[in-house]
């Protein structure tokens, strides 16, 4: 009995114990009039642990009172607060932040007449590389929270009612969306970065603010260009980049002693206004010039997508003699179509290591790694771990959040689901399509569009290409089922396609395809104009741009990651093929000039076949090397990243004689080497890509064989990189040798942002180059400029060949 009396107050005593050691302290943080200052941080004295307050102010943070003796509260531009944890009677304390007094007529303030904002950005900007090396290398857990809030809508849109689809309040008002993410950031100097996401949870639709990860918040401003690659494809000015003086003036508001630091307060003024840079205030440390907050803004005249304000705030503390970031906010608004948006993200950083012993080869091209148990940590682990509380608003849609994931393992719930969303609807279906889902089993019915399954060509006439996709979920792993058929009034022929395509390793991103059926296809299997395109000019203005053929044919193919950044793909087609000619010449018009072609496009005037019917076996194998390829894993899957350095793409294709009475005997190798938005900072980004290739052998080969390149002959085109605006879709098909070459340049809005009126539309100014070589035809030329912006672009080209001038004129895209 005694053993047990003696076991029990040992346990007594060290409950008694931790209770007094551990103390989550909250309250709020407000200023002298009583009104909420978002985000401030509150960490321990000479240490980087702490937390900050939501937007509303709030605060709440754990603390251990036998290590603990004086708590720090900070915000950009009020006075620091010491809290004294031996002195709180309770653990319910409201912080009063006095405004900063910014002082420019005390002599004991470093006598502020004697210098000026601008002397001491340039000295900021002296000492910019030095200040810089903090970052070398560091490892940090951040905490981040990303809220979008709607907060104006119209009471219909669409024909629907906006409140009950997105479940607003009675003010027309609700969270879209809700993120929390606790990682570890590690960083090593000169760019090597690695997020290892712990834990993860997300409610809602993440549509208009694209930046929710730690690594996203790393906006580095010693550097001289700040990007934002999803936010916008131009690069932003830092306020203390090397040529921060052509784009800034700066104001010395005063100079104010924090912590027992001297702080100049200076703001950033643009000098033009439609410049890519910030507006706001900056704070720099005296005697090191090191930044020690900001407080900055971005407008839509900046040239910003998807929001029309953005506010950057950035909080440092001293850590190990380092001035370190503590807090970084982003705080957006915006409006479009009457709906008006507002959302912030913000990231606390915690538990900074200045010196981490990064193990060998820490550092791969993995930059995130999401664990597939990211998200099965239950709401406790974010509560004891969320150094940011969240607000009442956001707790009633986490807690929604909730009930609707338990209610997701209910099959009733699935089922209830399921019969909202798999309701059928005539118009979406003629011009979308319509999608039956079972959610229990993970079964995805797709039904085409049926509008743009109606089709119009020379060969076939009038007709319907229908097809309905079976996708059938188990585990990481997927497979496809897609049958195809197709009718035409001509021929009165019924053709079908099948596909099967099983995604079995996502990690190796490995897949295995098998295609068979009697199908038509397109003599240039690049696709020289898309069915709908070519349908409208065939019988708008009798032009029929494409030109067709047959094939009854089986096919498999796969592909896998050999190697991080070494794609390897191979496949073997055996199919009989048949060459076609015009039977239809159908306008809707009477056009006195006629355009029309024949199905020959080597004798357009003659309609005769362009090759004899044949069986052919072709063997088809790819090698795609990117250099130093950067890739995140998330959920057992790979997601390559946009590349940094060129990629390497080496195709060979053979035809096999013999076998299955194939007649094909050729080989054909092509290299080609690619490189996609290469920053040149502040002027934009470039693309190219060169090709060249030859066929070794050509002992027996048929047009569809043949090398065959994008080309273009409408008014609407593709706008892809080894896109042609003038180039006949068949007249440059080879079957020889050729070089190909494309260049492009985005310049992101540098010239047409000092137009008037113009840089208003945010338009992007392109201009670029294509080149093709083959022996029959000689050079070909194109140079073109042109804008664009979303889904839109208007290109002016002018082309020449071997014998000069050929043609000019515009050509527009539009992806609606």
Not at 311 to 318: P, R, S
Not at 600 to 615: I, V
Request: aromatic share 14%; hydrophobic share 35%.
């Amino acid at each position: 009995m005694k053993f047990l009396l003696y076991i029990f107050a040992i346990l007594l005593l060290f409950t008694n114990t931790v209770n007094a050691q551990s103390t989550i302290l909250k309250g709020k943080i407000l200023t002298t009039r009583n009104i909420a200052i978002p985000f401030a941080s509150v960490y321990v004295e000479n240490s980087a642990n702490g937390t900050s307050a939501n937007h509303e102010g709030d605060y709440s943070i754990n603390i251990n009172k036998e290590n603990v003796n004086v708590l720090i509260c900070t915000a950009i531009g009020y006075q620091t607060q010491y809290i004294n944890v031996d002195s709180l009677k309770n653990n319910n304390l409201d912080i009063i932040l006095q405004p900063e007094i910014y002082l420019l007529n005390t002599v004991s303030v470093v006598s502020a007449f004697s210098i000026t904002g601008k002397q001491i950005i340039e000295k900021a900007i002296l000492n910019r590389i030095k200040n810089q090396e903090i970052y070398k290398r560091y490892s940090v857990n951040v905490y981040v929270k990303s809220m979008q809030k709607l907060v104006n809508a119209p009471k219909t849109f669409l024909g629907k009612d906006v409140k009950k689809e997105l479940k607003l309040d009675s003010n027309g008002q609700g969270i879209l969306y809700l993120s929390e993410s606790q990682s570890q950031l590690n960083f090593q100097s000169p760019n090597s970065i690695k997020e290892i996401m712990i834990s993860s949870h997300a409610t809602g639709n993440e549509g208009g603010f694209p930046l929710s990860k730690a690594s996203d918040l790393t906006t580095n401003f010693y550097q001289n260009l700040i990007n934002w690659p999803t936010l916008s494809s131009q690069s932003f000015v830092s306020p203390i980049a090397d040529n921060a003086m052509v784009f800034y003036n700066y104001k010395l508001l005063g100079v104010s002693t924090i912590s027992g630091n001297d702080v100049y307060k200076i703001q950033v003024i643009p000098k033009h206004n439609y410049d890519p840079v910030f507006a706001g205030n900056i704070y720099i440390l005296k005697n090191s010039y090191k930044i020690y907050g900001l407080d900055l803004k971005l407008n839509k005249k900046a040239n910003i997508n998807f929001v029309d304000s953005l506010v950057v705030k950035q909080q440092y503390i001293l850590e190990n003699a380092n001035w370190l970031p503590a807090t970084v906010n982003f705080k957006f608004y915006g409006k479009i179509l009457g709906f008006s948006f507002e959302g912030y993200l913000s990231g606390v950083n915690n538990n900074y290591n200045a010196n981490p012993n990064f193990e060998p080869n820490f550092f791969n091209n993995e930059i995130l790694r999401i664990d597939s148990n990211v998200n099965n940590r239950d709401s406790a682990f974010l509560a004891t771990n969320r150094p940011e509380p969240l607000s009442i608003d956001e707790e009633m849609k986490l807690k929604s959040h909730y009930i609707a994931v338990n209610r997701a393992l209910s099959k009733t719930y699935l089922d209830s689901v399921d019969n909202v969303s798999n309701k059928f609807k005539i118009i979406p279906f003629a011009l979308r399509g319509f999608k039956l889902n079972n959610r229990k089993h993970r079964v995805v019915w797709d039904f085409d569009a049926f509008a743009p399954a109606f089709f119009y060509n020379t060969v076939e006439g009038f007709g319907v290409n229908y097809g309905v996709t079976f996708r059938k979920s188990f585990g990481i792993r997927s497979f496809i089922i897609k049958p195809e058929i197709r009718y035409s009034t001509q021929t009165k022929e019924f053709n079908g396609d099948l596909t099967f395509n099983l995604l079995y390793d996502p990690i190796k991103r490995a897949s295995f395809k098998v295609n068979m059926g009697s199908a038509y296809r397109d003599l240039n299997p690049n696709g020289s104009i898309n069915t709908l395109n070519n349908s409208l000019n065939t019988i708008l203005f009798a032009q029929n741009f494409m030109k067709l053929f047959k094939k009854e044919y089986i096919s498999v193919s796969g592909g896998r990651d050999l190697y991080n950044g070494l794609y390897f793909s191979s496949g073997l087609e055996l199919a009989r093929r048949y060459s076609l000619i015009n039977i239809d010449t159908f306008t809707f018009r009477d056009i006195t000039r006629k355009n029309f072609t024949s199905n020959n496009p080597r004798d357009p005037t003659n309609n005769t076949k362009l090759f004899p019917d044949n069986t052919a076996l072709n063997f088809s194998a790819s090698l795609v090397y990117t250099i130093d390829q950067k890739y995140s894993t998330k959920a057992k899957a790979k997601y390559y990243e946009t590349p940094m350095w060129p990629r390497l793409i080496l195709n060979y294709r053979k035809g096999i004689s013999g076998a299955f009475n194939s007649t094909a005997n050729y080989d054909f190798l092509e290299l080609e080497i690619q490189q996609e938005k290469i920053n040149t900072g502040l002027l934009g980004y470039s693309s190219f890509s060169v090709s060249a290739g030859k066929f070794i052998d050509q002992k027996e080969l048929y047009f569809p064989d043949y090398k065959h390149f994008s080309g273009n002959l409408a008014l609407v085109f593709n706008p892809g990189l080894k896109s042609f605006h003038f180039l006949d879709y068949y007249a440059y098909s080879t079957d020889n040798r050729f070089m190909e070459a494309h260049y492009e340049h985005n310049f992101t809005g540098y010239f047409v942002r000092k137009i008037p009126l113009l840089r208003k539309l945010k338009l992007e100014e392109i201009a670029g180059v294509s080149y093709l070589s083959q022996p029959i035809k000689g050079n070909y030329t194109e140079f073109y400029i042109g804008l664009q912006r979303w889904f839109f672009k208007v290109d002016y080209a002018f082309a020449l060949n071997q014998m000069g001038y050929i043609q000019q004129g515009f050509r527009i895209y539009y992806g609606l």
